[in-house]
Nanobody, 115 residues
Framework: QVQLVASGGGLVQPGGSLRLSCAASGSMFSIYIMAWYRQAPGKQRELVASITPSGSTNYVDSVKGRFTISRDNAKNTVYLQMNTLKPDDTAVYYC?????????WGQGTQVTVSS
């Protein structure tokens, strides 16, 4: 069993920045594909960014050039640096650990971009 604890959300003005963190329990973090998803009110959950154990990354087109996903295997933590935030980025952000045989979700952290 893996527990994921996400943090770092909040209220920010358009153009601002936030850094989300997701800390994982257990000893197998380094072999998981880690990802951030988000779900805005009335919309389906969408993949925002992912990172493989070797550090290869992938982003949804709407955040390319603004968001950066990274991981620190020594700290069992994945990060999402979000710059130049827009109102359309407002959503609950969830982290996901995709491991052998199953996936694990964190509890979500609210990001609100508003003036």
């Amino acid at each position: 069993q893996v527990q994921l604890v996400a943090s770092g959300g909040g209220l920010v003005q358009p153009g601002g920045s936030l850094r989300l963190s997701c800390a994982a329990s257990g000893s197998m973090f380094s072999i998981y594909i880690m990802a951030w998803y988000r779900q805005a009110p009335g919309k389906q959950r969408e993949l925002v960014a992912s990172i493989t154990p070797s550090g290869s990354t992938n982003y949804v087109d709407s955040v390319k050039g603004r968001f950066t996903i990274s991981r620190d295997n020594a700290k069992n933590t994945v990060y999402l640096q979000m710059n130049t935030l827009k109102p359309d980025d407002t959503a609950v952000y969830y982290c996901l650990a995709n491991g052998p045989g199953r996936s694990y979700w964190g509890q979500g952290t609210q990001v609100t971009v508003s003036s």
